[in-house]
Structure formats: structure tokens, C-alpha cells
């Protein structure tokens, strides 16, 4: 078992999870929505289970009768494209970009310039 949160493995948890269980990494609360097999965001009110009472809050332990433990509920999610498009809209309005948002992206320009530059120092072409 994951944690739906961090994807930490869940070992010497006994099943089924009480309201108050929370992963040992991140403290989320695992008798959520988004770590039960019902969870789907884009189903009505973002569960499979039509019988389901509905849950504003899908990251927090709730009193769902209908809660089943999804094994495999971690989703890693890459970023990377969001902040890409938020760095251009920010120069396209002319706005300042968070500050951990900002060193992400100038991060990643730079690596991919000196990556750049090392296959033309490589193959000898001159810029």
C-alpha cells in the first residue's frame, strides 16, 4: 500500500483504517477520498460509488461507509509544463512570478543551456 499523498509504502497498518490514521511521512490523513478505489475526479462529485454521501473536502478523513483502501492511489505529477506556462503568462502580462516558482524555471533554462552548450563543445560546432 501508498500513501495517496507522498507514495510512501504503508506497512503494519491494520485494515481496515480507522478515521484518525494518518501516513507516517507526511501526515496526511489516509481515510480520505483521494485514497480510496471509488476516487475519480472526474466522475460526479469525484466518486464511483453513487451512494456515497458527498465530501467537499477530498484530502481530509471523512466518515464515508463506502471508503476501500486504494492500494496504488499515489499519482506522481509532474509539473514541470504548469510552471512552463505560468512563466509565460506571467512575461506576457508583465507580472513577477513567486519566487520558488521563478528559481524552478530559471533552474531548469539554465541546465538546459549548458546542456546545450556541452553538445556544441562535443561535436565542435562553434555558436
Known sequence: MQ???????????LLPFSRYEECSQCRA???ACR?????HPTT???????????TLEKDKANF???FTVHTKAYRHQDATAARKAR?????IFGEQLPAEEA???QTTQTEADRA???LKRLFGESE
Open 3 to 13: 500513501c495517496w499523498n507522498c507514495g510512501a509504502e504503508l506497512k503494519n497498518l
Open 29 to 31: 490523513d489516509l481515510h
Open 35 to 39: 485514497g480510496c478505489r471509488h476516487y
Open 44 to 54: 460526479a462529485d469525484a466518486c464511483r460509488e453513487d451512494r456515497a454521501d458527498f
Open 64 to 66: 464515508c461507509d463506502f
Open 87 to 91: 512563466a509565460t503568462l506571467a512575461e
Open 103 to 105: 528559481d524552478s524555471v
Open 116 to 118: 546545450l552548450a556541452e
